[in-house]
């Protein structure tokens, strides 16, 4: 105890180099930085150093056995120009728009669902949560059967309803939406912070308002959406940072087929940045390109949170 | 007391960095006695790692065989410090952009080191490891593809079950024959499919004469006519009953290649292109043995009768590292896996083509007629093999896209081949410099 409050203190004081700490003190902070190092040495190592060293690829024609040939802001230059950089972009925004507000919408109303005090409560949480523990790799196998277009369940129930079903994988028009469904499927730890933060959304707010007459809908609308509004804020800032980065789904998707196929409509970003660095040994493009990424990441985020000043209560 | 926690936290702290790699590099080990080979294939890994066994066996040193490596893994090790001594590589098409980068050697040396014969590996398998003079790879076992035919739906077609088309202009004709089309519009039998599982507009522009390389790789020739000709002939495939039809039907059976349910065996697609593999004990032979076909080399167009007995051939080649740690140890095993006896073991047991002549003659591969036919299209004078360039990959991903446009959706083969011209022979130019 008598230790813990004077590693409290150390922090309150000013860092002093020259100050003179008793020997206890010195001895603490070494235990302290031990303790650090392993996580601080990790970090310098496996993302500071990756970090950097992409950034000044970026710049470079990078051939790993040979020396770097500086090509100052050529591989920026040549994303303007290049047909396969906008399509992955365009494909990535697809995503970004269309995926993540269904997927927030969707499993905010899942949630509301399960919220409700019916009797099995508990097994349709589970139900709903399951998929999400369902590894990628096997779940999106599992979705290119389910919407083979010969025999899968999806075409066949649309069959029975006398709908005919698209080619949900070769169909360029198609292959998106496969993917955003296959994502909302998995969408169950997104369900879950919401159930959090609906139970944390107060009873007495509720209760008054239905005293005054307020109906189901109004309840909804004017209590339970601003309150969960930092949880929205959330989901959508992290959903969003996840399809930007979409890979691991689009990678296996393609079936027996080549990389972004159908047409180039699952060439994402990271999946073009993939095939360009460690395919077409293009590595200091594809540094570029992970930087490009990351500002455009960066600068939505930044757009959202300035955005959501409008929208997202915090109470308290 | 404190002392000793200070003690037993630096040692706790000390042994997580170890056990985390953050710990720095240890100690330089002595060299171990022990090889490394990476496959980028192999559905079997435990028989190649026997093969190996033998090997180490007589030269007293352990081998170590992992596959099937994934492509990912490839390229940090070939730039990394440790890599494998060597290592075999499912095609061609990467081996010169990895020599442009310097991560693999040039062979010579290693040829004169181990004593390779190489007038013992067949013309067209060897000539798809060349670079000019120099010598790339070395082709183990390779692939070459023909016509395979339902000779049951032939009959009840109308046609003679014994004689398949003698012209790609009369294949198309039995095709048509051959499928069956629904009541309600959807495919209930096809005759031929020319993507199925995969495309093979290597082997379909090389029957009429051309292909997206001129020989020797220096120019690209993607809008050529006999590749105008090639996606022409196919996409008519998809045309006839609706591109989205033949889509549906085709991808319906995408995942089945090796299972019962592939459309050829259950007598749903009457015609393919494949393999010699399929003649094997692991595909038609397990999967569906009943199974009454017939093998033929594809057959010509009609205007290029000298393509008649020839084929495309590619397949597995085997690399030296340029980090490989001791280069005669690497010289000295690819040898030892190039030797007749070696390829024959291997290629046997996969039902794939030996590279080496001598292996050619093993009773494994004469024995069975239908694979005979291959053997014979590999040596044939007419075969050609895939030409590669630095830019192969790049360039094979550009070209899938364009074939699925012509095929899948109906694009004119003219326009995205000229465009895929446009594109790439300036790419090109720049790799070669």
Redesign the interface.
Known sequence: MAELLEIKDLTKKKWDFKAKWSR?TR?NFW?GV??L??WF??FI?FTFYPLAASFVYSFSEY????PLIWVGLENYQTMFTDKLFWTSLWNTLYMVIFAVPITLLTSFLCAVLLNLKVTGQSIYRVIYFLPSIVPTVASTLLW?WIL????GVMNTLLGHLGINGP?W???PTWSKPSLILLGMWGMGSTIVIYLSGLQDVPVSLLEAAELDGANWWQRLRYITIPMVSPITLFNLITGMIFMFQYFAQAYIFR??????????STLFYSVYLF?TG????KIGYASAMAWVLFIIILVCTILMLKVSDRFTYYAG | M?NNL?KV??LI?LT??LL?G?GGQPAAAPAPKELNVWITWGDNPQQLQELFDKYGKVNNIKVIVTAPVE??KV?PA??GSEPPDILILGGGDLVK?YAK???VVELSDAIKTGGIDLSDIFDAPLSQCKDGDKILCLPWGTDIYALYWNKDLFEAAGLDPNTPPETLEQMAEYADKLTKVGGDGKLEQIGFIPDQ??GHTDLYSHMFGGFWYNNDGTQVTANSQPMIDALTWQQQFFKKYGF?NV???S?????Q?MSPDYPFYTGKLAMMVDGEWQTGPNFIAKFKPELNYGVAPLPPPANHPESANSGMVAGTVAVIP??AQNQDASAKLLAWMMSPEIVAEEMCFNANLPTSKKAAQDKCFTDNPKFKIFVDLMGSPGSSYVVTTP?S??FN?AY??AE??IL??GADPKTELDQLQNDFAPKLEEALK
């Open positions: 206890r001895q235990i031990l303790f190092a392993p040495i990790g190592l051939h790993s056995r040979k290119l083979n277009p010969q025999a080619n994988l070769s169909d079936g027996t087929q080549g990389l972004g196929s159908p047409l180039n095939q460690f395919q077409y040994l | 404190k200070f936290l630096t702290v997580s960095m985390t953050c492509d990912d390229l070939l730039t952009s980068e310097g991560l599982a995969w989205d889509l549906a039907f991808t319906g059976f995408g995942d290649y340029a980090n830019i990959l790049e991903d899938s896209l699925e446009k899948h959706t």
